[in-house]
């Protein structure tokens, strides 16, 4: 009985949220319908809330509340439901920044654009809580609600849309589909068997998938400011215009950081006119303060042996390479289940001598590095954000992921049954005989090799396809890789 009333309870909230949305919409029709008389009868508008909150403007701010309240209440109620305390931390930034995204917007409707000092002022509380989102996710690595935690961290620069001119649509489109790498994870392992799990997932996606048709409808080339009779933004620095509806308040995108003021004095002064034309008045004396050549200075007159042309160059210093700059303290332990390198440099003697099935692998942050696997099985592999790394491992329960990389090389020397590579570049797998029936799934990766034994003994090297084409046929797309004669 007590859970049958708990239900009821979240059930009756969500609707009362929906109603509360709906009134909104409706109180901000009957204020467009009287502000509009009121311009009428009086030949202007009247000044403050009821203003700004007419017009074109007040209603793309409205479409905006209608999508909001779809989806994020919904989404803040699964979470306080299923989430954990990092979960529940960054999903209250997540909400905390799209109304402060809905505050910008809401400027955006009654506001001239500013200059891009003033701009910036009024994004620094999205983007203080798109940060503060982001980080929650960079510090609990090995979460075990990762994927949701990867979920939104990924999609939340997409609400830099605002800055973004003139294709701001496919800008937003391309974090969301970031971010559906990981709530595609959650589709699949929760479908059917946690519905909980999947309303989160859709809430999401429905909200991101909304905003991108937003932004395409009342924004195509960039955020419409009301630029003919608009308001001067800088009076809302610090704080949010008067709502046009009392729907709650989303956020706006982390903008980029205002352009350093220069001093007048320190301006490039142009040419000086008056000067330039007195010098071309002097005529022939124009030439009188050059110095003159004279018969031993000429190439002609000089020692043959003195005459060549070639001016040796000063030897070149090779530039030292530059490291990346680390963020964390280096690690190489077992935590757990998990054995656990990061931010290791210059590292090339990291062994792991024993393992269990039941143990995983996770490599974060190493630059110029190689770790030996002797053990006979481990469960997973995850080689997140490393540079120029080299791991060789015998067999793999599950899968190898390589998230986020450049220039690593991997090493089976037994079984595994799949790889997935994402985002990454210069990517060398090489595979045993055991292992050629192992599935490869790539995604936004260019310059991937797989190196397979050939009949020889040696070493084949095969290149993953970069360019496709697509044909329509029978109105279905056919995608195949080209291939060049």
């Not at 003033?118 to 809580?129: F, I, N």
């Not at 994870?185 to 909980?196: H, S």
């Amino acid at each position: 009985f007590f859970c049958l009333f708990v239900d009821m309870e979240g059930a009756i909230n969500t609707l009362v949220q929906r109603l509360e949305a709906v009134t909104a919409r409706l109180e901000k029709v009957e204020g467009q319908i009287v502000g509009g008389a009121g311009a009428a009868a009086g030949g202007a508008a009247p000044a403050g809330g009821a203003a700004a909150g007419s017009g074109a403007g007040a209603a793309w701010v409205g479409e905006f509340d209608s999508f909001f309240g779809e989806n994020i209440p919904k989404l803040v109620e699964v979470t306080n439901k299923i989430g954990n305390d990092e979960l529940k931390k960054q999903v209250a930034a997540f909400e905390r920044a799209l109304k402060s995204h809905r505050d910008f917007l809401n400027v955006a409707s009654k506001c001239k654009k500013p200059d891009d000092a003033t701009l910036g002022k009024l994004l620094e509380p999205t983007s203080t809580a798109v940060n503060e989102a982001i980080s929650t996710r960079d510090s609990n690595r090995g979460n075990a609600m990762w994927n949701h935690l990867s979920a939104i961290s990924e999609v939340m620069p997409a609400l830099g849309w605002v800055v973004i001119t003139p294709t701001p649509g496919p800008f937003a489109n391309e974090y969301k589909g970031n971010s559906e790498f990981y709530s595609n994870k959650l589709l699949r392992e929760y479908k059917g068997k946690d519905e909980d799990q999947v309303a989160w997932v859709m809430a999401l996606k429905g909200f991101f998938t909304s905003l991108v048709a937003f932004i395409k409808q009342y924004h195509t080339t960039g955020l419409s400011w009301k630029n003919n009779g608009g308001e001067d933004a800088s009076k809302y620095i610090g704080a949010a215009p008067a709502a046009a509806s009392s729907a709650p308040a989303p956020p706006a995108a982390p903008g980029p950081p205002p352009p350093a003021v220069m001093n007048a004095s320190s301006a490039k002064k142009g040419p000086d006119v008056n000067a330039l034309f007195s010098e071309i008045n002097k005529g022939t004396a124009i030439s009188s303060g050059l110095k003159k050549v004279t018969s031993d200075m000429k190439t002609k007159n000089r020692d043959p042996k003195e005459r060549s042309a070639v001016v040796k160059a000063a030897p070149k210093k090779a530039p030292a390479r530059k490291k990346p700059v680390k963020r964390g303290t280096p690690k190489f332990a077992l935590e757990g289940n998990k054995w656990v390198c990061e931010f290791q440099d210059d590292n090339k003697s990291m062994v792991i001598e024993e393992t269990e099935p039941k143990h995983t692998v996770y490599l974060y942050k190493n630059d110029n590095c190689v770790v030996n696997v002797k053990g006979q099985k481990v469960n997973s592999i995850c080689i997140d954000s490393c540079n120029k790394t080299g791991i060789v491992f015998n067999n793999c329960i599950a899968v190898v992921e390589v998230i986020n990389c450049n220039g690593v090389e991997i090493q089976c020397q037994g079984r595994v049954p799949a790889f997935a590579i994402d985002k990454c570049s210069s990517i060398q797998v090489i595979l045993s005989k055991e292992c050629l029936e192992a599935e490869i799934v790539t995604s936004k990766s260019d310059q991937v090799n797989i190196c397979i034994p050939g009949d020889d003994g040696d070493l084949m090297e095969l290149a993953v396809p970069e360019q496709y084409k697509t044909t329509i046929k029978d109105n279905k797309l056919e995608t195949g890789c080209v291939e060049h004669v």
